[in-house]
């Protein structure tokens, strides 16, 4: 190995570093958002309900959790505890028969990054769009 490849490597692992690090700040200003959304979805009376996911090959099925749907399509939720749901699992027949089990993710600050408009955006107007619509 060179010099030259040795300096590519560090100067690669420096950047993956920071961009992990700027997601995980990322992540705590959107939780943030997210906790305040479910404390006003709880003052406001609105009732979380039972979510359901997609499989890759479009089938629905049920789920373990409840909460809130984001997008018009379904594909993102805030569960009762503040977990950020991707509501779109692997799975197959299993899941089709028993339901997904949901695993929340780290929050972004904008759902749906690289999407058409329309399906992304802040995620400080999805939750405010959904608090409004009731």
């Known amino acids: 190995m060179t010099e ?3 300096e590519r490597i560090a ?3 420096r950047r993956a570093a920071l961009a992990q690090g700027q997601q995980r700040a990322e992540s705590v200003k959107a939780q ?3 906790d305040e959304f479910v404390a006003s979805a709880r003052q406001r009376g609105l009732a979380p309900e039972p979510l359901r996911a997609r499989l890759p090959g479009g089938a629905e099925v ?4 409840s909460g809130w749907y984001l997008r018009q399509d379904r594909s993102v939720a805030i ?3 503040g977990e950020y749901y991707v509501l ?3 799975g ?7 339901g997904a089990r949901l695993t929340g993710s780290p929050p972004p600050l904008v759902v749906g990054r690289g ?3 329309g399906e992304s955006g802040d995620l400080a107007e999805f939750l405010h769009r959904r608090l409004d619509q009731g």
């Open 11 to 13: 100067g690669a692992a």
């Open 92 to 98: 197959g027949l299993a899941e089709r028969l028993r």
């Open 88 to 90: 779109i699992v692997p």
């Open 32 to 34: 943030r958002l997210i």
């Open 115 to 117: 999407g058409p408009d």
């Open 62 to 65: 049920k789920t373990d959790k």
């Open 4 to 6: 030259r490849d040795s």
């Open 79 to 81: 569960g009762e505890g």
